[in-house]
């Protein structure tokens, strides 16, 4: 989009300045592309003029080029994918014994994070936060309460209902104690 032959700017003898082709003023070096046209003023005009008038168009071309890349980068995902599960397949060992190591050196901090994950994401009762919790109460590793959930999916749900049924009963029992206390 920048510049055509009959748009070079004028270089002033001193070559610290240029006459810009189109709004014909004169401007330091730096106002201007290495590769010419205009001043960078009159080329950043011409582009959202050019965006403006061409918005449709442009509109299609990006729709058209989503589409394309859509496939290639389905591709590039399903490759990828197979080529991490590879990876873990081949190195299930190490990468089991590492996991290991790094919980052992790193417990405290685990149990932080996740009291603190537990207690911000109390409402949500999401997939994430049941397994959490599920392995902050049993002392276990997210990675093998993730495991015992593969074998038992329903368990994800069966303690969903009992958090809440949980919750229920405490926020009663809540009650009842302030109005006896009435
Ligand atoms: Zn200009």
Do not use: W
Request: a positive charge; one cysteine or more.
């Amino acid at each position: 989009m920048i510049g055509n032959s009959s748009e070079k700017p004028t270089v002033m003898k001193n070559q610290q300045t240029k006459i810009c082709s189109k709004c014909k003023k004169e401007k330091p070096l730096s106002e201007f592309y290495k590769q010419g046209g205009p001043c960078k003023c009159c080329v950043s005009e011409r582009s959202a003029k050019y965006r403006q008038e061409n918005a449709d168009k442009l509109k299609e071309h990006r729709a058209k080029y989503y589409q394309e890349n859509k496939d290639k980068k389905a591709k590039y995902y399903q490759e990828n994918k197979d080529k991490k599960a590879k990876y873990h397949q081949k190195n299930a060992d190490k990468i089991k014994e590492y996991q290991a190591k790094y919980r052992q050196e790193n417990a405290d901090k685990i149990k932080e994070y996740q009291a603190k994950y537990l207690q911000e994401n109390a409402d949500k009762l999401t997939y994430v936060y049941i397994i959490k919790l599920l392995s902050s109460e049993r002392g276990m590793s997210c990675e093998k309460i993730k495991e015992i959930i593969k074998e038992h999916p329903e368990i994800i749900q069966m303690k969903r209902e009992s958090i809440i049924k949980f919750r229920k009963l405490k926020q009663l029992n809540h009650e009842i104690k302030r109005a006896s206390n009435a």
